[in-house]
């Protein structure tokens, strides 16, 4: 599948592109597997930029949309494209204040963390990989707190 990265960021960058977004995931309109394709490169869209202001511009119901893909065990989320949301999360830097300033971001992050490391702990070629890229993250996470 090719997803056009830039043409994706800039339709999440408008309340109207999240909220059509996340009703094509929640309705089912995009297939799951589709859906879970382009995970992460939302969440890197997302969580790159500093969270809105407005309480009703359609990203926390994004937001809770993406999380619910993440979430859903049948059918599940393939565990290399968590290891590829947990790749844009450190691709964001240092500061992580983008997530951390907003609770949804944070629940999506969190369910990345939890689901990436118990399902790619069961797939042989991806647990190394998951602790290399778990590893680089808790770096992260250490030098935000000097």
Known sequence: ?????ARLS????????????????EGGILP?????????????AIASKAPASAADDGEDRLLRALTGLVLTVQPSVDPSILCR???????????LSNIT???TRMELLHSILSNGKSKC???????GVWKEKEAAFMQILASQQK
């Open 101 to 103: 300033q907003s609770r």
């Open 10 to 25: 800039s339709t999440l960058s408008l309340p109207k592109g999240r909220v059509l977004c996340s009703r094509v995931i």
């Open 1 to 5: 599948m090719i997803i056009d990265e």
């Open 32 to 44: 799951h597997q589709s859906a879970c394709e382009i995970l992460p490169m939302a969440w890197h």
């Open 85 to 95: 949301c947990l790749d844009a999360t450190i691709s964001i830097g240092e500061d």
């Open 121 to 127: 702990a069961q797939d042989s070629d991806l647990d």
